[in-house]
């Protein structure tokens, strides 16, 4: 028997409001101890996903640049801007501004082999799953799809989302 998304995914996943700030953003994943958040809607629709790469990109110092426009013609850009200044320039934007708009999703009847695929060809932590309506029911990450695999090689029969951080409180 395969082994489905259901079978391994985190039931309560983190999520932000579509509408919070990015400052409740970063306050959210420190206090949860994540890198990512789903991003729903007023009916937990899943609409973006902010990760922690996503903030970083917004704040990491950019060099200088030159832009041909044809000819000899030339336009430098300078980023003068410090790290403080960015940080704090983003702390009253909208979450929405730097999320992902197209999210890649998994449904619960998926098989975990799909889902590994995908996460190890794009390189993504984890994938929000959603009902047949968009909303979000749960989490699968890969370090939860590696304890299925050591799990499966090992013979250890143990339920891999009993415990998907150890020493870790479960998601609240």
């Known amino acids: 028997m395969e082994r489905r998304v259901k079978d391994i995914m985190e039931k309560e996943a ?18 949860k101890g994540t890198s990512g958040l789903a991003v729903v809607d007023d009916g937990r629709h ?7 790469g996503d903030i970083m990109k917004a704040v990491a110092e950019q060099k200088t640049r030159s832009i041909s426009c044809g000819g000899f013609a ?25 999320a992902v708009k ?3 999703c998994a449904t619960a009847d998926q098989p975990v082999g799909e889902i590994a695929s995908v996460l190890g060809k794009k390189r993504f932590k984890k994938v ?28 250890d029969d143990e339920d891999p989302a009993a415990d998907p951080r150890p020493g870790q409180p479960r998601p609240a």
Request: net charge negative.
């Open 128 to 155: 929000p799953v959603v009902d047949e309506d968009g909303r979000l029911i749960g989490m699968v990450r890969r370090a939860t799809i590696m304890q299925c695999l050591f799990g499966i090689l090992f013979g």
């Open 102 to 104: 197209k999210v890649l």
């Open 46 to 52: 899943v609409v973006g996903f902010i990760s922690d």
């Open 74 to 98: 030339s336009m430098m850009l300078y980023d003068n801007e410090s790290f403080e200044e960015k940080a704090k320039a983003l702390k009253h934007r909208n979450v929405m501004e730097l």
């Open 14 to 31: 983190y999520a932000c409001h579509c509408g919070q700030t990015l400052s409740e953003v970063v306050q959210i994943f420190s206090a």
